[in-house]
């Protein structure tokens, strides 16, 4: 378990954690910076990402992305794969239609990571 000097959040889940922050990235999909604490965002392949935690936690309570940008475009993000108790990574893909694709323009994406920090059941 990650063993690091957290805030309180209230939950009625035990130990609760939220981790959050942005990345922006180019027109081809290359992330140029990371604010989000805890976590390293990287792209591996067209419109594919992996979110890799700084550390291992017990549960993935939730993984929301939001994507910012100029014009409209219909980029809708998808988790495929999380080992976050494990490897510590999360595999997200920015879909459009059925087929990952990389942004068209500059833009932001915004993270928003819920994590369990404990293996007690509420």
Not at 7 to 32: E, R
Not at 68 to 86: I, N, R
Request: charged content about 10%.
């Amino acid at each position: 378990m990650a063993d690091l000097n957290l805030s309180p959040l209230q939950a009625y889940d035990k130990k609760v954690v939220h981790l959050a922050g942005s990345a922006t990235f180019n027109s081809s999909g290359v992330i140029l910076t990371n604010s989000t604490l805890g976590a390293t965002i990287a792209r591996t392949g067209a419109g594919t990402y992996t979110c890799t935690l700084s550390a291992a936690w017990p549960e993935l309570l939730s993984f929301q992305v939001m994507v910012m940008k100029a014009t409209a475009a219909d980029l809708q993000p998808q988790m495929v794969s999380q080992t976050v108790s494990t490897t510590k990574i999360i595999t997200f893909k920015l879909l459009a239609g059925a087929v990952a694709t990389d942004p068209s323009e500059a833009g932001t994406m915004f993270f928003s990571i819920v994590l369990k920090n404990s293996t007690i059941a509420p």
